[in-house]
């Protein structure tokens, strides 16, 4: 009886392990996507052309290269992003035209009161 406790809470703590894990790596990569677009190639049935990110990285490209983060990628476009990065975690909402930022305060938000 005694084994059969041991070994259920040593697969407790096992399964509590790889969920604090899990949530470690998705609290990590919270990053939107990023792709490197011309600018000039905006097309108002598919977005914007998505291009090498050489593009990106220097001025001395063919193309107008910007990074572009979100969106949904159908084939080379994507569309439906934003050239400005959201800023999660910073307290503002970033002046967005869309408003879809939330701050809800929480540990650390320097919302509230402290106690005493």
């Known amino acids: 009886m005694a084994d059969a406790r041991r070994q259920l809470r040593s697969g407790t703590v096992v399964l509590g392990g790889m969920g604090l894990l899990a949530a470690a790596l998705t609290a990590c990569s919270s990053e939107p996507d990023k792709r490197c677009v011309d600018r000039d190639s905006y097309n108002l049935a598919k977005g914007y052309k998505v291009v090498a990110d050489k ?62």
Do not use: I
């Open 55 to 116: 593009n990106c990285k220097s001025t001395k490209t063919s193309a107008n290269g910007a990074w572009y983060y979100g969106g949904k990628k159908k084939g080379s476009w994507v569309e439906g992003g934003s050239f400005t990065k959201s800023r999660k975690g910073s307290g503002s909402s970033g002046g967005g035209s869309h408003g879809s930022s939330v701050d809800r305060g929480g540990f650390g938000s320097g919302k509230g009161s402290s106690g005493g």
